[in-house]
């Protein structure tokens, strides 16, 4: 674990790979949430790294890029596999610890805040899915 006196803040897509690939190794790590990365998305983990990378490159670092529905693929997980706010609880904890871990600074609060906002908004929309 780095320094964290040592700690630079994220800067550039180098960093956000090195985020999303220590992320994706804790989740898919933690037995109570890898499932719905093994066997529901049966996610190819080398395809979708770039695919987050280029998402929060446009998010925290402004270079856009990223033209999926993020949204909509996670109503259609839920349609195969109820994504609970237990789940979502999981992700952002990994989520968070991995920043604070590698990463210290404004874009590393910043990404922990879109983050934790991206998590309230899917569950709003899947909860709303799930009463219609």
Known sequence: MPNK???????????????VDEFYKKLLADNSISYIFTDVVKIKIEEHLPILVTFWSQAILGTGGYTKNLTQIHLDINTKEQLTPELFKIWLNHFYNTVDENFKGQKAEQIKTQALSIATVMQIKIAQQNTN
């Not at 006196?5 to 956000?16: A, G, K, R, S, V």
């Open 5 to 19: 006196e040592m700690m630079q803040d994220i800067q550039n897509q180098n960093d956000l790979y090195l985020l």
